[in-house]
């Protein structure tokens, strides 16, 4: 059973930083790609960040130079350190993974439960 965890969310004031972790275990092969999507109930989700095994990454352009995607690859672990966080950042944030950066793009296989991030203003 593929079981991706996340953990680190939580309350958080405006300006201040935050680390998401997120352990992905059960899989016989390589999580290719692991990444991050936001949601906040009711809209589209949206896609966060990407690494690949490579450690090649991508983040969304309205986060660029807030954010830090990162994995440890013998962990099978992904992090997602946030800084100078904004209200506008709450949302329930979703481990993710699939074998490529489209597939991750278009349709993840796996997905973690999520965990709340709130910024208080």
């Known amino acids: 059973q593929v079981q991706l965890v996340e953990s680190g969310g939580g309350l958080v004031q405006a300006g201040g930083s935050l680390r998401l972790s997120c352990v992905a275990s059960?899989?016989?092969?390589?999580?290719?790609?692991l990444g991050w999507y936001r949601q906040v109930p009711g809209k589209q989700r949206e896609l966060v960040a990407t690494?690949?095994?490579?450690?090649?990454?991508s983040v969304a352009d309205s986060l660029e130079g807030r954010i830090t995607i990162s994995r440890d690859n013998a962990e099978n672990t992904v992090y997602l350190q946030m800084t100078s966080l904004k209200p506008e950042d709450t949302a329930v944030y979703y481990c993710?993974?699939?074998?490529?950066?489209?597939?991750?793009?278009?349709?993840?296989?796996?997905w973690g439960q999520g965990t709340q991030v709130t910024v208080a203003s």
């Open positions: 690494i690949t095994t490579g450690g090649t990454t």
């Open positions: 059960g899989n016989n092969f390589k999580f290719h790609v």
């Open positions: 993710a993974s699939a074998p490529s950066i489209v597939q991750f793009s278009r349709a993840p296989q796996y």
